[in-house]
């Protein structure tokens, strides 16, 4: 994935229309006017709300007689989480780094037992 549609992705999902129906739309395909439904806004807002999310190459659409219902695009979530997951495994390291030295730091500090006897 590249870095301009990983900033796509993540920007479209930035706003809380597009994440719920993003969370609809894996459930199921559905029609704009199906995902217009419970909001109150037009069916053209919740259309451009589609149109963002399909630039990042989140959703597409296909002609089905008259309908052209949404498909959540599932593959571009399995990029992100290999995205994320690269830095999560960073993070982990470095944490278990730190452990490893505070670990050491906290065995430095205890007093053995010849240094507690002549006290």
Known sequence: ????????????????TRRD??????????TVGQLAA??????????KHLKVLEDA????????AQRRPRHLEANVFDMM??????YRRQAEE?????DAVLASMDEESKPTINQGAAS
């Open 57 to 64: 190459g989140l959703v597409s659409h296909s002609q089905d």
């Open 81 to 86: 989480t290999a995205w994320i997951e690269r």
């Open 94 to 98: 470095r944490y278990r780094r730190l």
């Open 1 to 16: 994935m590249s870095e301009d549609q990983l900033s796509r992705v993540f920007a479209a999902l930035a706003d809380p």
């Open 38 to 47: 419970p909001y109150n806004v037009s069916i053209q807002a919740v259309s």
């Open 21 to 30: 129906i993003v969370a609809r739309l894996a459930v199921g395909d559905a």
